[in-house]
């Protein structure tokens, strides 16, 4: 008698087992977007730098030109060709759809925004979710008169030598210490002379 | 005929439960595939990411570094060569191609201290912040601008035009300030009092103006 209560408690507890593993699995749902590169990797392809293209290398047929900027902006005035994906928007589902057909049609997607630096976190964000034909199109924009202007910009530029600017501010004030003592040459005094009112003559 | 059907399966209840059991340990096998999801979900880090937040003004970090707030790691992302040459007060030198060493991580990994990432623009520093920010690193900043931002807010600063607001001689005058506590000498903090010359006082003349006769009225 015992020995039935045993076998059937185990079984009713590896059914629930069963079960709870079934609901568990039905009801998992795979997350949307799954990171295909690791951070090694991600880290790997930043530091080679041949993601980063110019004006001058954009001729090739197979590039999509990718405008992250806001849709105001893009209609304000964008690159010849240019796709509007604003950046906040790149993983919904009609964005990564456009994404996944350059992939497929192994065309190279080009990302470019108000200057490198704005592209910089939806390149990576892309880069990171598997999509490896992207690249990030290093210009700055500006506006004339509302007509799009796109120069070149190299990132981390050093703009300035800050020891050399901090050594010079020190040499020059040392040097100006012999401050000459310019006399002002005394100051000539030019005084009008009022011209004296001719005296009201009287007369007749 | 039924309860004996009914009592031959349950002889194989065990045999079939624990088939069961060992198909789904089968299927855990392939589950971690799904799961090998390193750092925050992408959703989260694109709005992480899009926020300006991280970015800190190269005047706050003016402001922190002078008072010497203990709570901050500045940590440089350039490679050795611009360390060496010239980098902010204190400033750690991560190049970007180590990010992710064992030993850097004791650096990003915690919770007690603010991070603050630069370089010479933010394009290193935010790819650094990007990564760190996957892998879950928390108080994780970036210096607006970087370094050349710094140079020209907290060491040259420009000097405003004399048409500009009174606030803009007010942020000249704590970025003068600051410039001279980061090492910068202009030459009026040196001038040793240039011997001061004592202006006579210039005399003054007082002329006396002869009173002028009344002019001789005519009259007839």
Request: hydrophobic share 40%; with cysteine.
């Amino acid at each position: 008698m015992k020995e039935l209560e045993k076998t059937k408690r185990i079984s009713i507890a590896a059914t629930l087992f069963i079960l709870a593993v079934i609901i568990g699995l039905l009801t998992y749902k795979r997350p949307k977007n799954i990171y295909a590169i690791n951070t090694k990797d991600t880290l790997e392809k930043i530091t080679s730098k041949n993601y980063l293209v110019t004006l001058n290398d954009l001729n090739n047929p197979d590039d999509v030109i990718i405008d992250i900027r806001s849709q105001y902006e893009y209609e304000k005035g964008h690159l010849e060709n240019a796709i509007n994906i604003y950046a906040p928007e790149i993983l919904s589902e009609d964005n990564l759809k456009v994404f996944d057909e350059l992939k497929e049609s192994n065309k190279t997607a080009i990302l470019y925004g108000n200057n490198p630096q704005e592209v910089n976190a939806p390149f990576l964000i892309l880069y990171q979710l598997g999509y490896e034909n992207i690249k990030l199109l290093t210009i700055e924009n500006s506006y004339l008169q509302n007509k799009l202007i796109s120069k070149n910009s190299v990132i981390e530029k050093s703009e300035a030598d800050i020891t050399a600017f901090i050594n010079e501010s020190i040499k020059k004030a040392n040097t100006v210490e012999t401050v000459k003592v310019v006399v002002a040459p005394p100051k000539k005094v030019i005084t009008i002379e009022k011209k004296k009112k001719a005296p009201a003559e009287g007369g007749c | 005929m039924v309860k004996k059907k009914i009592a031959k399966v349950l002889a194989f209840r065990y045999k079939i439960l624990a088939a069961i059991l060992i198909l789904l340990a089968g299927g855990l096998v392939l589950l971690p595939k799904y799961q090998k999801h390193e750092g925050i979900k992408p959703e989260l880090l694109v709005s992480h990411a899009i926020s300006t937040e991280r970015y800190m003004s190269t005047d706050r970090l003016a402001h922190i570094l002078i008072n010497q707030d203990p709570s901050f790691i500045l940590i440089d992302v350039r490679d050795e060569k611009s360390f060496a040459g010239y980098t902010l007060p204190n400033a750690i030198n991560i190049p970007l191609e180590k990010l992710l060493d064992e030993d850097s991580k004791t650096y990003f990994n915690q919770n007690q201290y603010n991070v603050v990432l630069f370089s010479n623009d933010n394009f290193y520093a935010d790819q650094a912040w990007i990564l760190c920010t996957r892998l879950g690193y928390k108080n994780m900043r970036v210096l607006k601008g970087g370094i050349n931002e710094w140079y020209t807010t907290n060491i040259n600063p420009l000097k405003p035009a004399d048409n500009m607001q009174a606030t803009d001689f007010e942020l000249y005058a704590t970025r003068k300030a600051a410039s001279m506590f980061f090492g910068v000498v202009y030459p009026e903090q040196v001038k040793v009092e240039a011997p001061k010359v004592v202006k006579e006082a210039p005399k003054k003349v007082i002329t006396i103006e002869k009173k002028k006769k009344a002019p001789a009225e005519g009259g007839c």
